[in-house]
């Protein structure tokens, strides 16, 4: 599976930008699709993540209500709206995948290059 992301830039404080994540490659194994950060000098988070082939969905508390996953299976891309956007959502965005019969605790294990995202204030 590769998988390349997009959509990153600079925006002001309360602005809104949406990141893509084009998939390729053997999508039907993929179950989970998420969207990490690192800002610097900070480990890496997960965002966002939804089941490729429903609906379910989960955030970090970071993000509630300010962001939005979705994904266009027929398109076999994956979506991250970012609304209300604050200096310190400021990191580099990846989208990542996490195969089939993994545990729900387990390691995602394709991702994609990473597109920044700079909040300035």
């Known amino acids: 599976v590769q998988l390349q992301a997009s959509g990153g830039g600079l925006v002001q404080a309360g602005g809104s930008l949406r990141l893509s994540c084009s998939a390729s490659?053997?999508?039907?194994?993929?179950?989970?699709m998420g969207w990490f950060r690192q800002a610097p000098g900070k480990e890496r988070e997960i965002v966002a993540s939804?089941?490729?082939?429903?609906?379910?969905?989960n955030y970090a508390d970071s993000v509630k209500g300010r962001f939005t996953i979705s994904r266009d299976n027929a398109e076999n891309t994956l979506y991250l709206q970012m609304n209300s956007l604050k200096p310190e959502d400021t990191a580099v965005y990846y989208c990542?995948?996490?195969?089939?019969?993994?545990?729900?605790?387990?390691?995602?294990?394709?991702w994609g290059q990473g597109t920044q995202v700079t909040v300035s204030s």
């Open positions: 939804i089941i490729w082939s429903g609906y379910v969905t």
């Open positions: 490659g053997r999508i039907s194994n993929i179950y989970v």
């Open positions: 990542a995948a996490r195969r089939r019969f993994t545990p729900s605790d387990g390691p995602f294990h394709y």
